[in-house]
């Protein structure tokens, strides 16, 4: 089972921040959060991981919380090619696969 | 960046078939890929580990002898679904690892009609 919980569905509209939170209470302490897309009939694409700091790249930022037992996404400026369903996994680094939960379909309106 | 070629991403095929799908990293070498199904608005859910030049591990639900996996060398994996029903009509994904992460293929849309 996902070890992670994900509202089903957001919207946000084109230009604004989205801000996808996703729930990791039994998170353990060597245990990353990856964060994957899911255009529709497309595999998934890497967005970002982080163990305890906050993260940054071209793509999102990834904010942790000091407990571990959250996190959120942020898109900054979100565009409509961003509709997807957005996976948060938690695993260890090396060896576990992914074990993807429902995720949430982010829909991005004009 | 690490990339990971999935080949056919759609085809068709008639019931009682077999259909093989091939998963090659390009610029990488992968000991262990993944082998994912996906259904129409449900998520990945995992099929089998496979692993270079040994056997590919299973998971609970999935038939070995129904879904064949060969990893012979440390940059293709295929997947042949033998005598292929509608019902495995699906979304096939493989993946790999890539330093810190995995990279996933484009997909597979299998039809069995």
């Known amino acids: 089972d996902a070890k992670t919980t994900q509202p089903p569905s957001m919207d946000c509209a084109e230009g604004r921040a989205a801000n996808l939170p996703c729930n990791h209470s039994?998170?353990?302490?060597?245990?990353?959060v990856y964060w994957y897309r899911q255009i529709h009939s497309q595999g998934p694409q890497y967005i970002i991981h982080?163990?305890?700091n906050n993260e940054t790249n071209e793509m999102a930022s990834l904010i942790i919380t000091e407990d571990r037992k959250s996190s959120t996404l942020i898109l900054p400026h979100a565009t409509l090619r961003d509709t997807a369903v957005y996976y948060c996994?938690?695993?260890?680094?090396?060896?576990?696969?992914?074990?993807f939960g429902p995720g949430t379909r982010l829909s991005v309106l004009p | 960046g690490a990339v990971v070629s999935q080949h056919p991403s759609r085809v068709i095929c008639k019931s009682g078939t077999s259909v093989k799908i091939e998963c090659r990293s390009l610029d990488f070498q992968a000991t262990t890929m993944f082998w994912y199904r996906q259904f129409p608005k449900q998520s990945l859910m995992l099929m089998a580990t496979s692993n270079e030049g040994s056997k590919a591990t299973y998971e609970q639900g999935v038939e070995k002898d129904k879904f064949l996996i060969n990893h012979a060398s440390l940059t293709l994996s295929t997947l042949t679904v033998t005598s292929a029903h509608p019902e495995d009509s699906s979304f096939y994904i493989c993946s790999a690892s890539a330093g810190n992460g995995y990279t996933f293929g484009s997909g597979t849309r299998l039809t069995v009609v």
């Open positions: 039994t998170i353990s302490g060597n245990e990353y």
């Open positions: 982080g163990l305890k």
């Open positions: 996994i938690v695993r260890l680094n090396y060896g576990q696969n992914f074990v």
